[in-house]
């Protein structure tokens, strides 16, 4: 009722939405992270969950941090990252056109938004030199997504959904890519189920990075962090920390 401007407008909202439209296309934002994001048909809903993403990334981040958001959908994370971290250095990138138009609306001239495969788009003098790279990839088992919700099937995009066989496909590609782009003692964040953090972790390992896992039960929601050891760190020398 707050969204719409006249009764017209209501009922033919409501029409959308008794005829199966998630609320947020309907309305046109989604509320995360305390900020409207605006939404489009057929972009990726910002899910609640994805907020634990959001917080250990702004946990792990320094001043001044330079970011990379893959599967960026509609730039919820990178706006929340944007929102909460003082001069941070933001790039966004998805795969899908009408995600790259909206993560545009979200996060404006404040952002490098690209549209391309994952790290694909990014300039090579990013490499090495990035803080932080967060990625909320499709996760969801191929064989589960006729599960879901019709709301999420039918009106979100397949490619934001299916992470193939065991539903890590993206995010062991997202892993394997890190260590060329993450700076010395950078993090790579990625959101996985309980479920798959396992596998996750596993993959991070192979790949050099020293994993952790972060668990809300309040949001039901796991990200797996790993983190790019230093020269001093990978050969037992203390940092600057300790």
Known sequence: MSAARTPAELAAMVHRRTAGLPVEHVVGWAEFCGMH?????????????????VSQAVSLAP?????????????AVGAALRAALDGVELYAVDL??????????????SAQVYEGDLYGPLSGSLRGRVHLVVAN????????????????????????LDGGSDGLDVVRRVISGAGDW????????????Y???GKTVDAMARHGLVPQVANSDELNATVVVGHQPS?????GLPTADE
Do not use: K, W
């Not at 064989?143 to 934001?160: I, Q, W, Y």
């Open 182 to 193: 993450l700076a010395p003692g950078g993090h790579l964040l990625v959101e996985v189920s």
């Open 37 to 53: 994001i605006a939404v489009e048909p057929g972009v990726f809903i910002p899910r609640r969950r994805s907020e634990l993403l």
């Open 137 to 160: 990839a499709p996760y969801v088992p191929t064989d589960e997504v006729d599960l879901m919700p019709a709301e999420s099937r039918m009106h979100e995009p397949h490619v934001a």
């Open 96 to 109: 899908d056109p009408a995600a790259v138009r909206c993560a545009l609306r979200n996060l404006g001239t």
């Open 63 to 75: 001043l001044g941090a330079v970011v990379v958001d893959l599967c960026c959908g509609s730039g």
């Open 231 to 235: 020269s001093r760190e990978s050969i």
């Open 195 to 197: 479920r798959q953090s």
